[in-house]
Every structure is written in structure tokens, then in C-alpha cells.
């Protein structure tokens, strides 16, 4: 990546599978591969973008991809927020841009 000089790489998607996944057991997992994709981010100097895609897609609004990557680096691990799909999902581009800023 350094060599090729690419500095974003867009990052998705886990996939939700009701009935058998447990939401918050599965943001810890997604968390722990983060923590992962930001020490690589680090090495190689490369922001990592988790991008926002509607349906049942882990992190498919700005406020489900808060509690993905909040309290990670910045630096490393971004956001890239799709209005498309917020709008698909219902998510007022207002507050999803509130809760997300800090990761743009």
C-alpha cells in the first residue's frame, strides 16, 4: 500500500443475520478485527473507510457505525457515509453527519 501510495481503503460489510447473530456480541467481534485493520492502517500509513450500506449490514447507518468504530484512532479508522443509503434506512442526514464527524 505504501509503495503504491494508497492512502484510503473502504472497508465492509458483516452482514447480520437475525435469529442467529447477537447484536452486541457481533459489534465486539467487528471491534476486534478493527483493532486489527487500524494497526495495519498504522504500518503502512492508510486510512481505513467503513462504509455505510443500508439493509442488514453491521454499520449500515451513521448511528449503528458509531457503535463500530467509536473510540478508535481517527487517524486510521474513518468513515464513508453513503447519503443514499442513509436515506434507504431512514437516517436523516443531519444526525447521522452529528454522530459521525469526528470519523470524516
Not at 456480541?25 to 478485527?33: G, L, M, N
Not at 504500518?43 to 457503535?67: D, P
Request: with cysteine; glycine share 10%.
Amino acid at each position: 500500500m505504501d509503495q503504491a501510495d494508497v492512502r484510503l481503503l473502504k472497508l465492509g460489510y458483516y452482514q447480520f443475520v437475525p435469529g442467529k447473530d447477537d447484536y452486541w456480541t457481533y459489534v465486539d467481534h467487528i471491534r476486534r478485527s478493527l483493532e486489527g485493520w487500524q494497526k495495519l492502517g498504522e504500518r503502512y500509513n492508510v486510512k481505513l473507510c467503513y462504509h455505510t450500506h443500508s439493509g442488514l449490514n453491521m454499520g449500515g447507518s451513521c448511528a449503528a457505525l458509531a457503535h463500530l468504530i467509536r473510540g478508535f484512532d481517527s487517524r486510521f479508522i474513518r468513515a464513508y457515509i453513503d447519503p443514499g443509503h442513509m436515506w434507504m434506512d431512514g437516517e436523516p442526514f443531519s444526525l447521522g453527519l452529528a454522530m459521525i464527524k469526528e470519523f470524516l
